[in-house]
């Protein structure tokens, strides 16, 4: 739905009074996989986002291919996933993932560290706005904003519409709108980092039935011979090579050039021909395209995610300079923001909560874009030395630990170095889904997670730290249950799935230490507990 109206209501309020009057309690700059993601979060905190996208319509130009890694666990800690399996072609854990010129195989684990859902990214859009739409929001498509002013109290976008110019109000801003982000411009926060000169051309196309495979998977092309499945390094770029199943292949050729593209002009056959020609040295015979995809890399990241009361998000954050990451690391940012707004936003934010995005997101930033960058490293050697770092990379990853922790890494699964001394080893980590047992049957872990709302869980049936909970009992979920090995006692987890604190054995100080993490993340308790809010499942 198109909307050219600027009011949501009225005026938005908190516990200490009436503020100013907003259209919306959130601007949400941008429509892509965080914007969507952001707008969908904060409708269930109760919070109402205005989400604007200049392009008139969505767009159907192939860029990412693919979600992966630790955003597929909170889209199914939001009861998300089966809807995005459907959407998908094949859904299982994928055993090998590219990594900068190298594989990680992980074959040889029981469980494979990284999932990845091969949906396009047009589509995934689709998926979000139609949830976006089920909770009762919408998207203004067509409106650009072109200003952005703020104040103590509010943030004012300027806006060209289909029907002219206007100015909507709210609380905060945030931008997600993309490398180019135009809201990061306006904020005039910093963007540095490094433009690589590589242009990337990824394709996956039918291939005539006289192209056939060898049994280790390299093809076999009439008047061409073998070309090798896999990272080729060759003297005009890396030519990248996907297995040829049911007649289909993907490949990527990778260049050095030192233009600037623009990712929003499709990919030609002609050009793409163009590449191979110039990096293997031969004709290609293709097939009919099924994809057909362009880009370039860039390392960089803002250097706040903050400004007053303007926020960025995904790509208008960082840039990361491999495949596979962006989108699951841009989705993993509004997880973390939204509800932090929305606990300003509902009037209970404890001082200098909305600071702590900045805090980790920023610090996750880091950590993505250390492992692409290692990928830019791995990938862009030609010499022997670089062969040999490759070479000492596979060797290494045949151990279990070294592959596992790179598992992670890559999937973005981190940490949060939360304030606090003598923490849990479970605090700021991601909570692990466990089966729960309870008076009214079986759940778990991801099914509390589903509203978004913070989750008080007593595993060990700890009275004294269940009528403290209480006190928060209007935002916190308080649940009893019992699970094989438990890793806690108690934890209190945060909307994003993240451990606030933790707790094991029967200390004296738990009870204070309990009550210092409600107030440090939930703000100060109600004066007299909400009764009858705490639940065994």
Known sequence: MVSTTGSFGDAAKNYEGERAVVDADVIIVGAGPAGLMLAGELHLAGVRPLVLE?????????KA??????????LRYRGLLERFRQATTDPLPAPRFPFGGVHLDFTQLDVSPMQAFPIPQARLERLLAERLGELGGDIRRGHEVVGLSQ??????????????????????????DGSRSRVRNLAGIPFPGTSYP??????????????????NGDLNVPDVGRVRLGFNHLEGGTFALGPLVDGVVSFQTTEEEPIEVDDDVPLSMSELQDSIRRVLGVNLPLGEPLRLSRYQFQARQAERYRDGRIMLAGDAAHMLPATGTAI?????????LAWKLAADVNGWAPAGLLDTYHDERHFAGE????????????RRGLDSAAE????????????????????????????????????????????????????????????????????????????????????????????TAKTEDRPADVLLIRP???????????????????????????????EAAVPGSERSS
């Open 54 to 62: 200049r392009q008139p319509q969505p767009r159907d130009t192939p």
């Open 65 to 74: 291919h693919g979600i992966g890694g630790q955003i597929l666990e909170l």
């Open 151 to 176: 104040d103590g109290d509010t943030v004012t976008a300027d806006v060209h519409g289909p029907e002219g110019p206007y100015q909507v109000t709210a609380g905060y801003l945030v931008g997600c």
């Open 198 to 215: 590589e242009v990337n051309r990824l394709a996956t196309v039918t291939m005539p039935d006289s192209v056939t495979t060898f049994d």
């Open 328 to 336: 699951n690391v841009g989705m993993q940012d509004v997880v973390n």
């Open 367 to 378: 950590r993505a874009l250390l492992q692409t960058q290692s990928q830019v490293a791995l």
């Open 388 to 479: 040999a770092l490759r070479a000492l990379l596979r060797e290494l990853l045949v151990d279990e630990q070294p592959l596992r922790r790179m598992g992670a890494l890559v999937g973005a699964n981190v940490r949060y170095p939360l304030p606090g001394a003598d923490q849990h080893a479970l605090t700021g980590t991601f909570v692990p889904d466990l089966t729960l047992l309870t008076d009214q049957g079986t759940t778990s872990v991801a099914e509390l997670m589903h509203t978004a709302r913070p989750v008080f869980l007593d595993l060990a049936d700890r009275p004294e730290l269940r009528e403290i909970a209480r006190e928060w009992n209007d935002r916190v979920d308080i649940h």
């Open 496 to 526: 994003d799935a993240h451990i606030a604190w933790a707790a094991t054995g029967d200390g004296p100080a738990d009870a204070a230490a309990l009550r210092e993490a409600l107030s440090c993340w939930f703000g100060a308790p109600l």
